[in-house]
DNA sequence: CAGTTTCGTTAACGCCGTTAACCGTAAACG
DNA sequence: CGTTTACGGTTAACGGCGTTAACGAAACTG
């Protein structure tokens, strides 16, 4: 589906072509265990090195290109899997975007590093815009504003807020992001932080292997982790039902 | 403190300060913000790097001994800021140490990824094994059982457990880890878990910067995953006094 | 003292990111 | 249409990396 109607020239649709190869290469490379290298990248695509420059101006421009679209991919895998339950029901569909975030994390443990535990300095403006612009994040995101619309479930009004906390959920650092929220319910951003930061620890924690390994076979620290989220969101009632799809979507492997 | 009487002969006295010259210039090589290589470590002691191959048998292993001691070092730290409240207020210190182990991970993003962010692979025993020794975890493990002892929070019976964690909480990897907590109390270890599973992943969201920069400057993540604790843990009645001890710390810088 | 182990050296291999100089060809333009 | 420009590639080279092999001196051991 191209979004961009035609790239119009045939240079640029050339150009389009080799990015895209580019990222292709660097999947594969990793997919392989190798690690990613711009000499790597080249070799696998009959150029050198060098050439590579005429598209990223770095390595690390390389690794980011190649983090946000391995994010964008693997968050079209979540989705789809969440898509097994209709869209009236957000609660079970986040359920298993969780687990599927979880397994694809233990999976492609290296893939995972890239995206989400690859440090971002403070000053570097760049990264951070990638990662505003995080197609996971907003994924879910959207799927717990839609699970508020339903259950209504309480989260700070903004006079409540830390005043710094306030700032940063009024104006995000890229306004595009969450440009449809409402001012007044900002304060679902913060519900929203707590449980990322929530699912990010114990995800992180498990995929880079800091944890007794039968612990993480179990998934029981994941699942107890998430089974915590049920009331803050408001889903208590459908507490069994919710379970009974996580213990379902974890046995699936 | 020379826990080990005298090293007996000439040799193993140069040898173990030649240890502790390497793990002093790694440390200073990272606090520069230069980065850790073998050739960089060498040539900063007058040598040349295949000399290191006599001391650590890879890079990797250079790697985990420096991770070792930094978290040795780190650990002591904290636990000397915790000290400023006495032994019989483990919640005050823990309070503490969660703090400084924040601050630490906060000032020194690149030795906290070393120490907590560095992939281990699922095979690979050696490393795990440093891992199951780590110094940091044993304190943390320490304080929550002190805190046990005075508030008696509850914690699952063994047959409550599944099955998997069961027996991970009763054979940990390394025996030597847990040997004074009897069978009975294991329970507690799950909680251990949990909790470190949550402090892990703030503090990991925060020091690889995945996160809005003032949000973590404003520390408000960090306090709300911390004050959640407090009731699982039995400090409801603390609750104030903690949140004080808290909210200073977190204002000393 | 002779023999052996320990700890260092130099040289070299094959990677890596990055830069500079160069060149054919495809697009853009008058 | 021919000319010019800019794009997308090349080769060569620099400095740095982990790692191995061959070798030597100095320190311990009997």
Redesign the pocket.
Known sequence: MPHLPAPA????R??EA?YDEIVAVSAQLLAEGA??????V??RM??????????V????Q?VDLVAFELDKAATAEWRAAAERFPADDPAARLTVACVRFRQWALAKPREFALVFANPIAEADTHRRELLTVSTSGHYFTDLLGEIWERTRFPYPRLDELDPVIREAVLEPLIPAKSDHIPAEERGLLWIYMRAWSALYGVVTLESTGHCDPRVIASGQLFRATLLDWLAPLGLDDDRTRITGILDAELARD
Chains 1, 2 share one sequence.
């Open positions: 020239t045939r240079r640029e050339q150009r080799t690690d990613l290298s711009l000499r790597a080249a070799g009959g150029m050198t090195a060098p050439a590579l420059y005429r598209y101006e770095s390595y690390q390389l």
